[in-house]
């Protein structure tokens, strides 16, 4: 059973679309997060939801709308693709809204917009 | 604000060498420490962490200590193996109450057989 899982792993698209991506934790955790890693591994938080409350909004251009409809889930949802959003997206979990735990992280979703 | 700086790489050893990967950090109050692991094409994975000053971390034949005398934190290992590349990532979380985890620029590390 995987713990962080995110849909899709791949995707391609073209500039100006919309998209979402989206991720699940079976861990009982109360905290999720969406971080950003540009080609160079380079890791930026987007934000953080505790038990359906943002509680981090780092500065992320308003394109993009994160969404927690459980403590379980957290979909991240992209509007007006540009090529400087293609990146690896990665959802991660921890068990509490402090990070003292550390994270665990789905397997990423590669997203190319061309 | 908090940050965290490691060595840059990429780092190539042979199989059987020691293994060390510089790691200081910035931060006010005391944070908990962590070193995580990315193999290709996959997640982060946590390998050790260390939440007070002296606490040593270790898992898989890796080690890192707090220092907090010198805000250090790293990484080693006695004798690296091929499956051991990867790249790896010092990171602090700062203990407030909505606290993240900041990463460090990362260390991308090839071992040769």
């Known amino acids: 059973d995987t713990a962080v899982s995110q849909t899709p792993k791949y995707l391609v698209t073209q500039m100006g679309n919309d998209k979402s991506i989206k991720c699940e934790q079976n861990?009982?955790?109360?905290?999720m997060y969406w971080y950003k890693q540009d080609s160079k591994k380079f890791l930026k938080i987007m934000f953080s939801?505790?038990?359906?409350?943002?509680?981090i909004n780092e500065t992320v251009p308003n394109r993009f709308s994160p969404k927690s409809p459980d403590k379980a889930h957290l979909n991240l949802h992209i509007n007006s693709l540009e090529l400087g959003d293609s990146a690896v997206y990665f959802c991660?979990?921890?068990?509490?809204?402090?990070?003292?735990?550390?994270?665990?992280f789905g397997s990423g979703t590669r997203l190319t917009v061309v | 604000g908090n940050s965290v700086t490691q060595m840059e790489g990429p780092v190539t050893l042979s199989e059987e060498a020691f293994l060390t990967i510089n790691c200081t950090y910035t931060?006010?109050?005391?944070?908990?420490l962590f070193w995580y692991v990315q193999y290709p094409g996959e997640g982060l994975q946590l390998l050790l962490k260390?939440?007070?000053?002296?606490d040593k971390g270790s898992n898989k034949g890796f080690e890192a200590t707090y220092r907090k005398e010198t805000t250090s934190f790293h990484l080693e290992k006695g004798s690296v193996q091929v499956s051991d590349s990867a790249v790896y990532f010092c990171?602090?979380?700062?203990?407030?109450?909505?606290?993240?985890?900041?990463f460090g620029s990362g260390t991308r590390l090839s071992i040769r057989p």
């Open positions: 991660a979990s921890s068990p509490e809204i402090t990070a003292n735990y550390g994270y665990t």
């Open positions: 861990l009982g955790h109360d905290t």
């Open positions: 939801y505790n038990n359906k409350e943002l509680i």
């Open positions: 931060a006010t109050g005391y944070p908990s």
């Open positions: 260390a939440t007070k000053a002296d």
């Open positions: 990171a602090l979380s700062d203990n407030s109450s909505a606290s993240k985890i900041i």
